[in-house]
Nanobody
Framework: QVKLVESGGGVVQPGTSLRLSCTAS????????MGWFRQAPGKERELVAV????????FYSESVKGRFTISRDNAKNTMYLQMNSLKPEDTAAYFC???????????????????WGQGTQVTVSS
């Protein structure tokens, strides 16, 4: 059973940057697709970005494309989300999630992500 722990959230001003981290333990996730999701108050949880086991394939939601970068370091069992040019609409709880082991590519189906972290809050406000 995998345990995921996010860190790096905080309160920042618009236009600034944050880097979120997600560390996995309890099971080898190096072959799994992993992803970042977010949920704002009163809204449904949405996909932010996902990454293949090797890091070679990535998918971003349109709302963050060009501003956010997902990456992973399998030697450290850690995934990252570099968030640049943050906007107030990026304010949300951010969750990392573990998906299926795929030989290549990614999935964007939320139901295929079966393990979730507890979330870290990102607030973008002037």
């Amino acid at each position: 059973q995998v345990k995921l722990v996010e860190s790096g959230g905080g309160v920042v001003q618009p236009g600034t940057s944050l880097r979120l981290s997600c560390t996995a333990s309890g099971r080898d996730t190096n072959w799994d697709v992993m992803g970042w999701f977010r949920q704002a108050p009163g809204k449904e949880r949405e996909l932010v970005a996902v990454i293949s086991w090797s890091g070679a394939s990535q998918f971003y939601s349109e709302s963050v494309k060009g501003r956010f970068t997902i990456s992973r370091d399998n030697a450290k069992n850690t995934m990252y989300l570099q968030m640049n040019s943050l906007k107030p609409e990026d304010t949300a709880a951010y969750f990392c999630a573990d998906g299926p082991a795929l030989r290549s590519g990614v999935t964007t189906e939320m139901r295929e992500f079966t393990a979730w972290g507890q979330g870290t809050q990102v607030t973008v406000s002037s």
